[in-house]
């Protein structure tokens, strides 16, 4: 859970810089809260940071700050990245409940971990 929420510092910044641009762009003139366009772009937007990050490298900034990796990342193509990346949405809807899950499932995997097929691992050298 910290690590997830450590990841909202790099999504406010790239929202930050998503809002700047459509200023700009827009010559000055905001977009209206509430814009269902606005609302899809953010979240394609949060859906590219995780999945790509997973992918590519096996670990978001937070993981990475928390020393964590998702195990044979390598190996996860993209359908399972999304699968991941919705029910993480689903999770945290539910108040972290598919992070909780972890506490109770006897594999000590979490809804994510078990969707994917990749469980998140400590990368710490002991």
Known sequence: MAALLYDIFPILGIF???SLFLVLLRGGDEVQ???IWLQLLLLIEVYLYFTYSWLKGGQTLGM????LGIQNHHTMTWAQGTARFLVGLLSTALLGAGLWARRFDV???TWMDRVCQRPVISLETE
Do not use: D, E, H, Q
């Open 16 to 18: 930050l810089i998503t």
């Open 33 to 35: 809260p509430g814009t």
């Open 64 to 67: 990475r700050a928390w020393k």
């Open 107 to 109: 594999a000590g995997l």
